[in-house]
């Protein structure tokens, strides 16, 4: 069974930042699609970024510029640095990846919060 938990939220001022981490059991980081999405009380999931297994990158538009997603192949690890942090970045994250692997992720950073496989999240708090 496929296992995903996150790591590395905290609470920060404006401006700060976070690096958040994504351990990964029983599926490769590396060479399947794998994506970050938030969600807050109330409010709708959000995807945020997502990472296919060429190295393709999609980014929302509220975090281009911001967020950089990556991994590490070695500790088959997702991560997502975290720059410039506002408060309507306070959310949930989570890691998520589709129900079966595949390399590309077919719609993007838009398709993340509909993915099946996810962890617990990570709490990001951001105060003005």
């Known amino acids: 069974q496929v296992q995903v938990a996150e790591s590395g939220g905290g609470s920060v001022q404006a401006g700060g930042s976070l690096r958040l981490s994504c351990r990964v059991s029983?599926?490769?980081?590396?060479?399947?699609?794998m994506g970050w999405f938030r969600q807050s009380p109330g409010k709708e999931r959000e995807g945020v970024a997502s990472?296919?297994?060429?190295?393709?990158?999609s980014y929302a538009d509220f975090v281009k510029g911001r967020f950089t997603i990556s991994r590490d192949k070695t500790k088959n690890t997702l991560y997502l640095d975290m720059n410039n942090l506002n408060s309507e970045d306070t959310s949930m994250y989570y890691c998520?990846?589709?129900?079966?692997?595949?390399?590309?992720?077919?719609?993007?950073?838009?398709?993340?919060?509909?993915?099946?496989?996810r962890g617990q999240g990570t709490q990001v708090s951001v105060s003005s």
């Open positions: 998520a990846a589709p129900a079966l692997p595949v390399p590309t992720c077919s719609s993007g950073y838009r398709g993340v919060g509909d993915f099946p496989i």
């Open positions: 029983r599926y490769s980081s590396s060479r399947n699609c």
């Open positions: 990472l296919d297994s060429d190295g393709s990158t």
